[in-house]
């Protein structure tokens, strides 16, 4: 009798698979064949999981950005201060990317797949709704910092959520660009003087 399916292991195997295979060879120069292959199944059973390369390749970006976003808000969501919390959420996000620096490329491809007219709209969309979680998770820190009196009352939660989620993101580019970029060091530095700035004089008495 022929065991089971764990059909969720088997697409998280594809996934992971496809994603290496994505950020090596590109998405234009990569076939369904190569990533059946990579993963070491038929091609017909990638049929049976996503219905054709930009599918898998949507499936890919999502398994991606979850894993680096799951690592960010667990760190996060363990410290008690708000300077704790975005220090947490800065260092495990560059973490993670660090982590999986070999994706990275992945990251590109969902760029040009977000500026192609065949593929615009479904991956912009999902570029946009990614950001819109980030900001939405470094924003209630803030807000959450104004209530408890740890940040300026006159802060734009918003405005320094959005510039914060941008900071990260180039850090991100620049560290692969040059591994030799210090992408820690700096981030936690940008930190620094960022909460200094917003902090109240009970915010400046915590520790980071």
Known sequence: MARPVDRDAKRRQILEAAAARFAETGYDATS????????GVSKGSLYDYFENKEDLFYGVFEWLAQTLMRASMERMR???TARARLAAFADASVSALIDHIDLYPVTLEVWAAAAKAGTRER???AMRSLYVAYRAEVTEIIAAAQRNGEVKKDVDADAVSALLVGAIDGLFLQYWLDPNFEARAWVKKFLGALFDGIATSKGEGQCA
């Open 32 to 39: 369904m064949e190569d990533l059946a292959s990579a993963a």
């Open 78 to 80: 363990e410290e008690a």
């Open 123 to 125: 991956f912009s969309i």
